[in-house]
């Protein structure tokens, strides 16, 4: 498939301008092409500063954007993807219904976004981003990602990814006809092996340290568009988090300002792209604050927490062994520590034992998630009495427990179809005197 477009012509009703330095906000950049690297003019040699896109906000109508859910004009004009001529606003999913603040959308979705929020304690509220097409917040970033591959006429898409990432963009790149190189680990978690060939990918696991020097030279010698990271540091796709900021505005809709959220924390994307919808949300004349952004990294590592902790834009250190793979980086990005001093919040950092009790309380409220994305209430937990007590708390899910890698490999012992052995079987589950 190849998609006849220009730049901005395709998705008009993108309010996208420019690209911004994080780095130094006076520095501005134009809309294309994506800068993949990071700000050229602020990083160095030992830290990559990203980008972020801007919009003219003057242009945004807030009204029609984030009008009920009941409303019936409440669908961006223009609005594609499935949606219906004078639908309820938010009633489906894709991104389009936030098409002004998001970078033009020229690649097809797959009906991501509208997750829904489920409430297990009071006042603890879930956003369970498992329920996105390829099962994780990831669909969020790709839509956006691959609709950049398409704007700069990109003969495909390359990803350096453990899981999530990987699968999701495979999925994006099969839907706007595009190839997809993913450089993955040795040990891919089942489920996810399974999406990347099922979407055609082109897949290579490699040794771990491997993965971004490949990805380099990938992309330089067949000229794929990166859609992870190339940096030093992290900076990632700059219009990737963008996406996330979509978490942020359904939160608003469903609860208001909370007063904190609870985020799983690798490199940070995510945490970023909450952090900017909620500030976006304030800008527009929605919010009259932003809720406290709470990092929450695995303790083997914990890259943000370090740099926060030493006033750094960002630090890299060994990973201990852990089985949240997910989110055990070695190296953090200026983006975590923007989202977390610009919200008042903090960064945490919970074992894996944390982990997975926090894992096992959201599987008994019918919460199935993969180890990682268990870290924001597992963040939640770890605070005991210091946890905010002020309002509603929101812990972002990121995704589900197919992506662990040890799912597949437990099996229930077979029971015998006799009485004797069926109620020896209940007596143990305490179900029977």
């Known amino acids: 498939m190849t998609w006849e477009t220009t730049p901005g012509t395709a998705a008009g009703a993108s309010l996208a301008t420019g690209q911004r330095s994080l780095g130094d906000p006076d520095l501005d950049f134009p809309l294309w092409p994506p800068l993949t690297a990071g700000c050229p003019r602020t990083s160095t040699a030992d830290v990559s500063y990203p980008v972020e896109l801007d919009y003219a906000y003057d242009q945004a109508d807030p009204a029609r954007l984030f009008a009920p859910a009941g409303a019936t004009d409440g669908a961006p004009a223009g609005a594609t993807d499935g949606a219906t001529d004078g639908a309820p606003a938010g009633a489906r999913g894709g991104l389009e219904r936030w098409a002004p603040l998001l970078p033009p959308l020229l690649a097809p979705g797959l009906g991501e976004g509208a997750t829904p929020m489920v409430e297990i304690r009071p006042g603890v509220h879930v956003k369970d981003e498992s329920r996105n097409p390829t099962w994780s917040h990831k669909d969020r970033l790709n839509r956006c990602t691959t609709s950049a591959a398409v704007g700069v006429g990109a003969p495909g898409i390359a990803v350096a990814s453990s899981g999530n990432h990987g699968a999701s963009a495979a999925a994006y790149a099969a839907r706007a006809g595009l190839p997809c190189v993913v450089l993955t680990g040795p040990d891919t978690p089942p489920a996810v092996d399974a999406f990347l060939n099922a979407y055609g990918a082109v897949v290579l696991p490699v040794p771990w340290e491997a993965r971004w020097p490949l990805l380099r030279q990938v992309v330089e010698r067949l000229g794929l568009h990166p859609v992870s990271n190339l940096t030093t540091t992290h900076t990632g796709h700059p219009y990737g988090p963008e ?191």
């Open 243 to 433: 996406g996330y900021k979509t978490v942020a505005y359904e939160i608003f809709q469903d609860v208001g300002v909370p007063s904190a959220v609870f985020v799983p924390t690798g490199y940070g994307e995510l945490l970023f792209g909450v952090w900017k919808g909620f500030a976006e949300l304030r800008r527009l004349g929605l919010a009259e604050r932003v809720p406290r952004i709470f990092s929450c990294e695995s303790a083997a590592s914990g890259p943000l927490h370090r740099a926060l902790a030493q006033g750094l834009p960002a630090a890299r250190l060994t990973v201990a062994p852990s089985d949240a793979y997910s989110i055990a980086s070695p190296v953090s990005g200026y983006r975590g520590v923007v989202a977390v001093r610009g919200s008042g919040g903090r960064a945490l950092t919970v074992s894996d034992t944390e982990l997975a009790d926090a894992q096992a309380e959201l599987a008994r409220a019918g919460l199935w998630t993969e180890l990682s994305a268990a870290a924001g209430l597992a963040g939640l937990r770890s605070l005991g009495a210091q946890a905010p007590d002020d309002g509603p708390v929101v812990c972002v899910s990121t995704s589900s427990g197919f992506k662990d890698r040890g799912t597949g490999t437990h099996r229930t012992a077979p029971v015998a179809p006799e009485w004797a052995q069926v109620e020896r079987r209940l007596r143990a589950a305490g179900l029977t005197g």
